[in-house]
């Protein structure tokens, strides 16, 4: 399967704790993507990362990638009861036909 | 403000029956996209257009249908010939090639048989 697997499933953590999800994928990647999604919602793009990049920062998210082991790891620090949310990674297929979704982490921040 | 519009975002089948979701974007993107959504899970793509008059079948296009008249709307059918339609379905779009360029995502219409 070319489906790529966010680690934890399921995570949760106190206001101001930082949070670690990571994702794993099988074929080589052009760049890998993070994306939110709040209940009942669509997904927001956070990050794009490029296969020539190894971290990349916006404002409390840091995202590494390490295309040796072919896993991505996104980092939320001084986590917020909004960053509450499911969390996916998505990469290009190997056809270079459509992004692949790994099935998320869930992220609950409680106050 | 530029986006997508999804609608409606409750939508409810009979059995044998087509239905039309709508996904309108007014950010000039050429690439859109239809993906389902089922609990616990990831995305699934059903189909894509990365430009008018011309889509291309994703994952599980099999029961489903769409069309790309104009760059602006991409609407997703739903035939009586897919047996398991209850979901969330969500549209997408981006600048241009798929995977280069982040997605923008509607908010998405839930599916659910009667």
């Known amino acids: 399967s070319q489906q790529g697997e966010e680690d934890p499933q399921a995570l949760s953590i106190q206001e101001g704790e930082n949070a670690t999800m990571n994702c794993s994928y099988k074929?080589?990647?052009?760049?890998l993507q993070w994306y939110r999604q709040n209940s009942g919602r669509g997904l927001v793009h956070l990050i794009l990362?490029?296969?020539?990049?190894r971290e990349k920062h916006s404002g409390r998210l840091r995202v590494t990638l390490d295309t040796s082991k072919k896993s991505s790891s996104l980092l939320i620090t001084a986590s917020r009861a909004a960053d509450t949310a499911s969390y996916f990674c998505a990469f290009l297929n190997q056809a270079g036909t459509a992004l692949i979704f790994g099935k998320g982490t869930t992220l609950s921040v409680s106050s | 403000d530029g986006g997508i519009t999804q609608s409606p975002k409750y939508l409810f089948r009979k059995e044998g029956q087509n239905v039309t979701l709508s996904c309108e974007q007014n950010l000039n993107h050429d690439a859109m996209y239809w993906y389902r959504q089922d609990p616990g899970q990831g995305l699934r793509l059903i189909y894509y257009s990365q430009i008018v008059n011309d889509f291309q079948k994703g994952d599980i296009a099999e029961g489903y249908s769409v069309s790309r008249e104009k760059k602006e709307s991409f609407p997703l059918t739903v035939t009586s010939a897919q047996k398991n339609p209850t979901a969330f379905y969500l549209c997408?779009?981006?600048?241009?090639?798929?995977?280069?360029?982040?997605?923008?995502f509607g908010d998405g219409t839930r599916l659910s048989i009667l």
């Open positions: 074929t080589s990647i052009n760049n």
């Open positions: 990362i490029r296969s020539n990049e």
């Open positions: 997408a779009s981006s600048m241009d090639r798929v995977g280069h360029q982040p997605q923008h």
